[in-house]
């Protein structure tokens, strides 16, 4: 069998601090016998001499596209534009199985050049559930930018920290009115990490899941200062929020934060907003009268950079150890030639 290559990229993304890789894992990966080369990045939270003392092999920045055929690429957020044809196995997110803008554009990328995607949404145990995930620090964060949002502590451009910073900020202040907070999806990871970040800021949350979302009840939806939506929907639901339930009156609600971001997807449980917002304008104003602020942040762990990777990087690093053509990694595939067949993308 042909020895293990993993080649960790650097993200193209200017607000991307996070790695699905840190380097104390990094050294475990390498002492197993596989080969670990680390692209220079300088926006990366670890810098890339930490992974040069763990053993790591240094290269230039994008210098993957001509790394040799058989390097499975190891990256988090979407690929640069270019080339056009991709020959790498590619781990990271891809966000191309559910119609979502672009994805068929990438897929047909993977198909010219006869590589694959094994994408990290979709490495997933024998019941489906995800094996790594960066949910509870998406949750976290964004019920914490919330709470500050609706407090009128929430400045832009906003950067990364640490936990600790973020909590003292989060505690209330005698000044600090009370509000009501609503969780959709409480009981996974993402909503986990809202109620965490909720209890920090001094709030108990209203917690619905699916018994409450089967049926839901949009007027007590409506009556809560604060909401965070943490489902990622798989199969068409009713939508939780529409433009006329923006549009009334009585309307309570105030400060909406999408953590999924599924704006574009025809599952989108909030299709009420067309664009994301980033670190620069992190708020949208969706409505004047009563006001409705928007955080749709797609890449929020990424503002607690080294906390998020070292939860993910444990997660992961069991699968890479066990990296191979089935198991999870064998769903992995069979999903990605599954949505290539469904877009009617064919390798040439």
Request: glycine content about 8%.
């Amino acid at each position: 069998m042909t020895e293990l290559h993993l080649w960790l990229r650097h993200e193209a993304r200017s607000t991307e601090r996070r790695t699905p890789i840190v380097p104390s894992d990094a050294r475990r990966l390498l002492d197993s016998g596989v080969t670990v080369t680390v692209e220079e990045s300088p926006q990366r939270i670890f810098p890339v001499e930490e992974y040069e003392s763990a053993g790591c092999r240094v290269a230039p920045a994008g210098s993957w596209v001509s790394s040799p055929p058989d390097t499975v690429v190891v990256g988090l957020k979407e690929l640069p534009d270019e080339p056009a044809r991709l020959t790498h196995r590619h781990i990271f997110f891809g966000h191309a199985y559910k119609q979502q803008p672009g994805a068929a554009a990438l897929l047909r990328r993977f198909a010219a050049g006869g590589g694959a995607l094994l994408d990290l949404e979709y490495l997933v145990d024998d019941d489906g559930r995800r094996l790594a995930a960066f949910g509870f620090w998406a949750g976290y964060l964004g019920a914490a930018l919330a709470v500050l949002q609706h407090r009128g502590r929430l400045t832009a451009p906003l950067a990364p920290t640490t936990k600790d910073a973020l909590d003292a900020t989060l505690r209330p202040a005698a000044r600090d009115a009370g509000f009501t907070a609503l969780v959709i999806g409480a009981l996974g990871r993402s909503g986990r990490g809202a109620r965490v970040a909720f209890a920090t800021a001094g709030a108990d949350p209203t917690c619905w899941d699916l018994p409450e979302t089967r049926d839901l009840d949009r007027r007590a939806l409506l009556d809560h200062d604060v909401m965070v939506n943490a489902v990622l929907a798989t199969s068409p639901v009713p939508p939780f929020l529409r433009d006329q339930d923006l549009d009334d009156p009585a309307r309570r609600l105030r400060t909406l934060c999408d953590v999924t971001c599924d704006v574009g997807s025809p599952l989108n449980v909030l299709p009420v907003y067309d664009r994301t917002t980033d670190w620069d304008a992190p708020v949208r104003r969706l409505r004047e009268e009563p006001p409705l602020d928007l955080i749709a942040i797609d890449n929020l762990p990424s503002l607690l950079p080294k906390e998020s990777s070292t939860d993910f990087s444990a997660a992961l690093l069991p699968h890479l150890l066990d990296f191979g053509v089935s198991g999870p990694w064998g769903r992995c595939l069979d999903r990605f030639r599954r949505a290539r067949r469904e877009l009617g993308v064919t390798e040439r």
